[in-house]
């Protein structure tokens, strides 16, 4: 069997590991645009900012492609698929056949048509080891930046910039950061813990011009009027399914390349995973993409299980995001911002002076989501209650408690759903 994986990233190992677990001799070919080993994209703020090396960003031993003889080819990129003929065409002119093909490629940076941004130098997105290492190549002419976006990536990089010692504005369209994964009281704890270590949010608010001379960045203009001196912007505004090679070769995309729950596409042999798919939600069972690191794991898991004759499903995708701002820890889970009319129950506790919030939200008697901010170490326990679709009856009072662990639930769901060789799948 001859397998071909375009994208070297999470799902794509997730896909790789599937495979050889079930197929010792087949041939493994992966396409990769970058010029990297698969490494961790979270951590490349932590590499801008000095707090990693080069080293750390591995996320495989160096020889596993060697030992489970897996053909890498590096900054190598897949312009078009032809499914009739099964076979792919590479930008350097040459064509791959395929068995079963894994369309692995993540999302793209979407730059929108801002005035005067183009041609500018110092306008850089932050989604690649590269979008790192050139903004840390020139950071030392930097004085001021403005990220535009609030959300994960741009914060990220904030922070990253930040770490570097400059001065760093963001400018976000919604009424808080992080405003797709987390609720207004966890967006503001966020940003107000930022702000106390200098970093400004502005809010509801965007970005409608880029001034200057020639190739250099002056300042910004915001819809409201405002002005900010700066010298860089950083683009952080959300990713786009790379999916684009795609057209014409009959694969179906929606939002993203549309999967079943074995992760094959609209075409025969070829499968999707990761941020480029758009496979089933966990609560709703609708497609819709979701663009988190776990999740490509698991696409890329069952995809490669698939593709070499194995069987396994898709839950469904449980959105969660674990991030820690300023050793502020924070996470989401499932619905987060419940619609008014879904028969939904709120419980909350604040503490907003100690960086400090919960809330639990309950769909009759299941948890059907929590945010969490400071107190975060039992999150496994409320993600395997939504998983898991536990009756929280016994134990609602106690659901909001600092404290609330294992000993609050009754043994007999302690046995089953945290015995220890389940335990590392929450
Ligand atoms: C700064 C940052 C911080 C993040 N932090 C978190 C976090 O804290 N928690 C979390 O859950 N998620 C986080 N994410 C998201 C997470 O990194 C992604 O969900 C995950 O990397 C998706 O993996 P993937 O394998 O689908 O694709 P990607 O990691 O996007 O990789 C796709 C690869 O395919 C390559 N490629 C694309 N097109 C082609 C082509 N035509 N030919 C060849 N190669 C191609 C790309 O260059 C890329 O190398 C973060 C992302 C960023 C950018």
Same mark, same amino acid.
């Given at each position: 069997m001859n397998y071909v994986i375009i994208g070297n990233s999470v799902a794509a190992v997730g896909a790789m590991r599937a495979i050889r677990t079930l197929d010792r001799d087949g041939s493994i070919t992966v396409i990769s645009r970058?010029?990297?080993?698969?490494?961790?994209?979270?951590l490349i703020s932590y590499l801008l900012g000095g707090l990693i090396t080069e080293k750390r960003m591995a996320y495989l031993p160096p020889d596993y492609c060697e030992k489970n003889r897996i053909d890498l080819m590096l900054e190598c990129e897949a312009i078009a698929v032809d499914t009739k003929s099964q076979s792919i065409k590479l930008k350097n002119g040459e064509s791959i056949k395929y068995d079963r093909l894994l369309v692995a490629t993540g999302g793209d940076p979407f730059v929108p048509p801002i005035e005067g941004l183009a041609g500018r130098e110092r306008v850089f997105t932050f989604t690649t080891w590269d979008d790192a290492a050139k903004l840390k190549a020139v950071s030392g002419e930097i004085e001021h930046a403005v990220v535009i976006g609030g959300g994960l990536i741009g914060l990220k990089a904030a922070e990253g910039l930040h770490l570097l010692g400059k001065k760093v504005t963001i400018v976000e369209l919604a009424d808080r950061v992080l405003s797709a994964a987390f609720d207004q009281p966890a967006g503001r704890i966020i940003a107000k813990k930022m702000e106390a270590n200098g970093i400004d949010v502005i809010t509801e608010d965007t970005v409608t011009a880029v001034k200057g001379t020639g190739s250099t960045i002056s300042g910004v203009t915001l819809k409201s009027g405002n002005t900010i001196v700066c010298d860089t912007v950083i683009v952080a505004i959300g990713v786009r399914p790379? +999916?684009?090679? =795609?057209?014409?070769?009959?694969?179906e995309v929606n939002r993203g390349v549309l999967v079943n729950d074995h992760m094959?596409?609209?075409?025969?042999n070829v499968y999707a995973a990761g941020d480029v798919a758009e496979a089933s939600d966990f609560f709703t069972g609708q497609k819709n993409p979701m663009p988190i690191w776990p999740d490509a794991y698991i696409q890329g898991d069952v995809a490669g299980t698939d593709m070499a004759g194995g069987d396994k499903e898709y +839950?469904?995708? =449980?959105?969660m995001n674990s991030i820690e701002f300023f050793k502020v820890p924070t996470i989401s889970m499932g619905i987060?911002?419940?619609?008014?009319?879904?028969?939904f129950e709120v419980l909350t506790l604040r503490e907003p002076e100690n960086y400090s919030y919960r809330k639990i939200v309950l769909q009759g008697n299941r948890l059907a989501g929590a945010v969490l901010v400071?107190?975060?170490?039992?999150a496994g326990i409320f993600s395997g209650l939504i998983r898991e679709k536990v009756d929280v009856t016994p134990f609602r009072d106690q659901l909001l408690d600092a404290e609330f662990g294992f000993v609050n639930l009754p043994r007999e769901l302690r046995d089953r759903l945290f015995a220890p060789e389940r335990k590392q799948q929450f």
């Open positions: 970058e010029r990297y080993q698969a490494y961790g994209r979270p790379a +999916a684009s090679f =795609l057209n014409g070769s009959g694969i094959q596409t609209s075409v025969r +839950a469904g995708g =449980l959105a987060t911002n419940p619609a008014d009319d879904g028969g400071g107190v975060v170490d039992r």
